[in-house]
Antibody, heavy 118, light 106 residues
Framework: EVQLVESGGGLVQPGRSLKLSCAASGFTFSNYYMAWVRQAPKKGLEWVATISTSGSRTYYPDSVKGRFTISRDNAKSSLYLQMNSLKSEDTATYYC???????????WGQGTLVTVSS | EIVLTQSPTTMAASPGEKVTLTCRASSSVSYMHWYQQRSGTSPKLWIYETSKLASGVPNRFSGSGSGTSYSLTINSMETEDAATYYCQQGSSYPLTFGSGTKLEIK
């Protein structure tokens, strides 16, 4: 059974940094592209970052480019999201997801809440 | 950026009613994916590559479309289908989602 378990969320002040982690199990982690998707309170879904199987390629939307960094450790079956220069608009539940056919998000974690506020 | 516009924003359907949700893309895409999100839970892949049902999805659901127009249909609405449904395109970066259709039971 595919399991994705996020951790690292919490309350952080604007301008500070936070690093999220996602522990994967139930599949061969190194074989799959992985991603982060977020959802602001009572809002829709927004793609945040994608990383290739080896980690050599990463993709971001303009809203987080230059501030967020996605990375992975295949030996530990873990995915990470380093978030710098956080803004109030980054407040959201962050989901770890495994990518599938044609960039569909095939499996999702339970999410971790990040609140950016002074 | 490809913008996805879902309609309606909200709707209510009676048990047994046929339901169609639509998703229109600002530019042509190769496929559309759909997600179901029940209140307080994580989204689940529901339909992928336009018309393929994800594992465990009842066959009263179907998906269709091409180019800039896609739809998700429920043949006969059931109580458990009440949720928000999002479309998503994976044809080009940035990957984008529609704003969702909230489907309620009448």
């Amino acid at each position: 059974e595919v399991q994705l378990v996020e951790s690292g969320g919490g309350l952080v002040q604007p301008g500070r940094s936070l690093k999220l982690s996602c522990a994967a199990s139930g599949f061969t982690f190194s074989n799959y592209y992985m991603a982060w998707v977020r959802q602001a309170p009572k809002k829709g879904l927004e793609w945040v970052a994608t990383i290739s199987t080896s980690g050599s390629r990463t993709y971001y939307p303009d809203s987080v480019k230059g501030r967020f960094t996605i990375s992975r450790d295949n030996a530990k079956s873990s995915l990470y999201l380093q978030m710098n220069s956080l803004k109030s608009e980054d407040t959201a539940t962050y989901y770890c997801a495994r990518l599938g056919h044609n960039n569909g998000f095939a499996y999702w974690g339970q999410g971790t809440l990040v609140t950016v506020s002074s | 950026e490809i913008v996805l516009t879902q309609s309606p924003t909200t709707m209510a359907a009676s048990p047994g009613e046929k339901v169609t949700l639509t998703c229109r893309a600002s530019s042509s895409v190769s496929y559309m994916h759909w997600y179901q999100q029940r209140s307080g839970t994580s989204p689940k892949l529901w339909i992928y590559e336009t018309s393929k049902l994800a594992s465990g999805v009842p066959n009263r659901f179907s998906g269709s479309g091409s180019g800039t127009s896609y739809s998700l249909t429920i043949n006969s609405m059931e109580t458990e289908d009440a949720a928000t449904y999002y479309c998503q395109q994976g044809s080009s970066y940035p990957l984008t989602f529609g704003s969702g259709t909230k489907l309620e039971i009448k």
